[in-house]
């Protein structure tokens, strides 16, 4: 999984959103499931733009 690959995933996206749309969004951009797991497990946060978003799935 690269930035770019969530790039593609958060397509379409507004912010802010949180964990759960983003996971829901990237589903149905057909992300890998690790990228929707690891979205899901941050349901309840809210991310204001796409570097907050890359910064949860890339520190873990």
Known sequence: MSPVDVQKALA??????????????????????DMVKKLKSHADDR??????????VFKE
């Open 12 to 33: 379409g996206a507004t912010y802010p959103s949180k964990g759960s749309d983003l996971a829901r969004l990237a589903e149905n951009n057909g992300a890998d499931q």
């Open 47 to 56: 991310y204001e733009n796409p570097g907050e978003v890359q910064h949860d």
